[in-house]
Structures are given as C-alpha cells and as structure tokens.
C-alpha cells in the first residue's frame, strides 16, 4: 500500500536533509515537526520502579513497568537505536512499555542496557538475557507468571532478543515464553532486494538504512570479536537456519517501507526451513521505527495490538506468515 498518509505528508520536511544537527534550532524543530502525529497523545498512567541490575562485570538497570496479580504476563522489552542510541525515555521504549501494560494487564521490563562504543558485543546482549533471568527468578515480586515471562526489542533491540534467546536456548534452563522481533537486524550482512529498493526509492535519506551505513553499524558492534556468533544468525558457524532451530515461537513485525525489511524477510523463511514457529505480521505503509510514533496512527496501534495478543497468550499464529 501508499506511505501512510501523514507520513507521507510530512515526508517534504526531510527532503533536503542528509543529516541533522542537534544544535540547530531549524533542524531540531523541523525534525519536531516531523516526529509530530496528528493529535495529541499522552500514554497510560502506570507505575514504574528502576533497578539496577548486573550482567558479568557490566552494571546495568532496568525499568519495571507496573504491578501483577500473581499470575499476569510479563514482557523484557529492548528499544532500538544501532546499538549506539536510545534510552529508557524514548517512545520505543516508554510509550510501547506503557501501552502494553495497558493492553496486558502484565508487565514489563524495559532495559536500559550499554551502548556503543561504551561496550561492544557481547555486552548488551547479555545484559538482555540477565533481564530475562531476573526476570523469571523475580517472578513473585513482580506478580507475574514465571512460566509466562516473554522477550522482545526493536530495530537493534530485536537482535540483541535475538542473541540473548538464541545464548539462552543453548544455556539451557530459563528461557521466554515467546519472541517479539519488530523490524528487527538479524543479519550481519545481506543481499540487498530489488523490489524493496524500487520501493524506497525517492524517500529522503534520513529515512534510508543504506547497505554501507548498516554494515558500519554492525561492524562497530561486533568489534571484530573473535567469536561473534551470537550476535546475527548469518555469524552462526552452523548456518542461520541451525542458528533458530529451537527458539519459542516468535511474532516478526516487519515495516513495509523499511531497508532492514529484507533481514526481517530472510529471517522468515530460515525461520520456516528450521521449524521454528514464526508469524509474520507487515506494518503496511510504515517506516522503519514505527513504534517510536504514537498510537494515534492505525498501524501503531495495531502493532501494540499484535504485540499484547502475543505476550498475553504465549502462542503464536504461524499461518499468518
């Protein structure tokens, strides 16, 4: 389908910018005016506690998102940001936190993990997994199901998912309910698509993940780590397919208008030569980051939809694919 339309009506404040400077205030309110949606928006009240966790000898924290019953689903959530941006703050991590709390009645742990070039691989992922635990053994304390605790990210937050459910599954012992991957970077490399490139033609570069500029955020990633096969399925030295063979059922959110769409796409149907249960869901007329908007555009809000389903249900329609 078209770009949604108010993306599309806004796409001309991006037209001539390659790059932006957070100092200028003509950049700083273009780009304002840019992440703006059509109406007001303000997320659910919930409570919210910090705690500082420790994964190795790295120290970080993460954010509880409300309070259970007992026996309510539980969800870690990951924001994106190549790895090198983002924080506890940003709509991928607090507004989605807020609003699946809402749709859940559960809760959710956000994580605050390190970023680069503080630390590289395989830092963050590993800080995700320690959620993950800590989530499980904190079960009680929380109010949630142990047995209902699931896993997911954004963007670079699916892959560090990815790789901490994939280290997890190999570990042995704790391992979440299911996966939530939205436009996820499972890939280290990949072959670009010439329909998704005729696709994302003409849109402006700040909305492009060019094939180069991709490959430098993973690179500054990896580190040229001498074992890096956790971090994206094609490292694996089994093969991508070996790589998945295992996981929980996993919901892959993959953004219509997205370069990182075709990682997502390969990651499907390895997916589907594994036997791994996966269910596809495409955000039609999106960008990648959607869920950094607000649930005032239908697709967002559809999106945390399919999210709440997922992580309330624990299972997975893998006939949606």
């Known amino acids: 389908m078209p770009l949604e339309p108010t993306l599309a009506a806004r796409l001309p404040l991006l037209d001539d910018l390659t790059t932006w400077d957070p100092q200028d205030p003509k950049d700083v309110a273009r780009i304002r005016q840019w992440e703006r ?5 303000e997320g659910p009240d919930v409570p919210t506690r910090d705690v500082q966790l420790t994964a190795g000898a790295s120290h ?9 019953a007992g026996t309510d689903p539980c969800l870690v959530w990951v924001h994106g940001g190549a790895f090198a941006f983002g924080d506890l703050e940003m709509n991928e991590a607090d507004l989605v936190s807020r609003e699946l709390v809402a749709r859940t009645g559960g809760v959710v742990v956000s994580v605050d993990y390190s970023l680069v070039p503080h630390v590289t691989y395989p830092v963050p992922h590993r800080q995700v ?12 304390e929380l109010g949630v199901d142990p047995r209902r605790v699931s896993l997911g990210g954004a963007s670079a937050g699916g892959a560090l998912s990815l790789a901490a459910a994939r280290e997890l599954h190999a570990a042995g012992g704790v391992e979440p309910a299911c996966l939530v991957l939205a436009y996820p970077v499972a890939h280290h490399r990949w072959r670009t698509d010439p329909e998704q490139e005729r696709l994302m033609t003409g849109l402006p570069p700040l909305v492009r993940f060019p094939p180069e500029a991709i490959a430098g955020i993973n690179d500054d990633y990896v580190a040229s780590h001498d074992d890096p096969r956790w971090a994206f399925v094609d490292l694996d ?25 075709t990682s997502a796409e390969l990651l499907v149907e390895q997916a589907a030569d594994a036997g791994w249960p996966v269910e596809r869901r495409l955000c039609a007329g999106m960008l990648h980051g959607h869920l950094n908007r607000t649930p005032v ?4 809000a559809a999106s945390l939809d399919a999210i709440a389903r997922v992580v309330r249900e624990g299972t997975i329609d893998s006939r949606r694919v």
Do not use: I, K, Q, S
């Open 60 to 68: 970080f924290r993460v954010r509880v998102y409300g309070a259970g």
């Open 37 to 41: 949606d059509t109406e007001p928006y």
């Open 129 to 140: 997994a320690a959620a993950v635990r800590w989530a499980v053994e904190h079960a009680a």
């Open 297 to 300: 555009l239908d697709e967002v």
């Open 237 to 261: 030295p089994d093969g991508p397919v070996a790589a998945v063979t295992g996981l929980p059922p996993a919901l892959v959110l993959v953004c219509e208008y997205d370069d990182l769409r």
